[in-house]
């Protein structure tokens, strides 16, 4: 296909773009709603005018993360950035027919609510889209200050979770117009995405905007009991209006984020979703808003073998003690194991059995595949080779050193078939796992 391809949505019609490299369709940096600052989105206005929706979805404003951008291999900075980012892109198999109807996949990107974007290469959704013949859709979304930080007057908490709504009611309106079938979109997400996910689906009227949801190594163990945390940081962040330069707000962040310390594991992730304000319940109401869509919502959720291998190797006193002979790695796979645990194995599988009580379908998985060799093992964002990017994407990340691009590959292949036999709507069976790669098994 030479020409560019041409959709008539009905909020608008949106010229895109072939990427042949990808063996794909492409139509990006779409807005779906509008705000000003610390305002609630509304749907962006239907056009008149075609959408040369051609350019990648602009980033929220954000610091870099060196260590990240080093373990995956990739410069976030390359994106621009805006503040008005809720924009979203849509990936489309290279032949997709007229009038055919594909399961949808929604991707809620990750980066502890306070960097990342839809865009971003080491996300890219095309080799799910090529072989598992889905549309994706990955949402830019506001993080930190500007998303996920308020409850007074004048600040409303839980902005970008707004935004992620609107963004699954553009999908519910528009999607059948780039050959995707509303009935059936899953939306998806890893660390802060997946617990974004986990909380769309506490939000009401969750059941009438999404079927399916993957819940992707989410800290759900550090997601309770934030109220005292987010007041102090609020407090810290009182001075901060809309008239604030963008750049000073960004500055601001790390020293905002500072005022979470005293508050345990949680500060690890201070920003984040804020219960008892719109559009989520109070906290002690949640798991009845969880139980009220079980039915209605089939649950894939899980996390990697080795979560926090990806953090514990980054503080320094700890790097000391894993330094030293022969007590070193044993000290290491204790805290690894343990931490693993605590914010995110427990709380996934905590979360699987309640959505199975309350009449759900649910199956709860662990990625265990690695680089062999490789000093970062099967660490937290593992599963992002699994799932996105091409060789190119990868060639500079450390997360894969020491595998070839075909081990890379056969992996990826598999896992990628388990996520696309799930958004279909295939029974995965009570054993859907791919053997020294993903254990996936269904909850009784």
Known sequence: MTERPTFDPPSGTVVGWVDTDAGVLRATGIPYATAGRFEEPVPAADRTKVLEATGWAPACPQAPVVFLERVLGGDFSSLATDESCQNLSVTVPLDV?????????????????????????????????????????????????????GGRAGRPANLGLLDQVEALRWVQRNVEAFGGDPARVTVFGQSAGGDAVAHLMAVPGAASLFSRAIVQSAPLGISRGRSAMNAAMLDAAEDITAQTPVDEVVARQSAVAKTAKGSGLRAAMPFGTQYGFDPLPPEDAVDDAW?????????????TSEEARLFVREVPVVQRVIALPVVGPLVRRGLVAALTEVVYG??????????????????????????????????????????????????????????SWDQVQEAARAVRAVWGAFARGDDLGRDASVPGVLRCTAVQ
């Open 97 to 149: 027919q007229a009038g055919e109807r594909l399961p949808v996949m929604v991707w809620i990107h990750g980066g502890s609510y306070t960097s990342g974007a839809g865009d971003v290469p080491v996300m890219d959704p095309a080799p799910l889209v090529a072989e598992q013949r889905v549309v994706a859709v990955t949402v830019t979304y506001r993080l930190g200050i500007f998303g996920y930080l």
């Open 346 to 403: 427990r709380s996934a599988r905590r979360f699987a059995r309640r959505h199975a009580r309350a009449g759900g379908r649910v199956h709860r998985y662990v990625l265990s595949w690695s680089a062999p060799g490789n000093p970062w093992g099967a660490a937290h964002t593992v599963d992002l080779p699994m799932l996105f990017g091409d060789e190119k994407t990868w060639a500079r990340a450390e997360l894969v050193d020491g595998a």
């Open 291 to 303: 139980d009220a869509v079980a039915e209605e919502v089939d649950l894939l959720i899980g996390c």
